[in-house]
């Protein structure tokens, strides 16, 4: 009888003990999972801030960029019809933007003759 009581003591020492060692190796785990998100964010925090200095000791290069010109459009100066073509047709009906200026059009509206003015590229 004796030995009996003995032998359900151990066992519920056991269980016990068992019960905290899982528990602590839980918390172990729980710290090393928060340590390692702490450390990698760290890590990554630092790697931009050295990338930031890297990058304002170097020189810049600016950019330009090249626009193609889709069309262009005007109005008749005497009637005010507003006209459109491609830039492909413009340039086929009155050359380069070079050859532009001073260049005679005449309205399909009013008939009137007029020059080509200022040019605004956008
Ligand atoms: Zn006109």
Redesign the pocket.
């Known amino acids: 009888m004796k030995h009996n009581h003995n032998m359900q003591l151990y066992a519920r020492q056991k269980r016990l003990q068992k019960r905290t060692e899982k528990r602590i190796i839980q918390a172990i785990e729980q710290m090393t999972k928060t340590l390692v998100a702490a450390l990698t964010a760290l890590a990554e925090a630092f790697k931009k801030a050295i990338e930031k200095m890297r990058v304002v000791k170097m020189k810049y290069s600016d950019l330009h960029v090249s626009q193609m010109p889709t069309s262009v459009t005007w109005e ?1 100066p ?4 507003e006209n459109e073509l491609s830039y492909t047709e413009f340039c086929t009906e009155y050359g380069e933007p070079c050859d532009w200026e001073y260049t005679k059009a005449t ?1 399909p ?2 008939g ?1 003759t007029y020059c080509l003015g200022n040019q605004e590229w956008e």
């Open positions: 008749c005497h009637c005010g019809m309205c509206r009013c009137e």
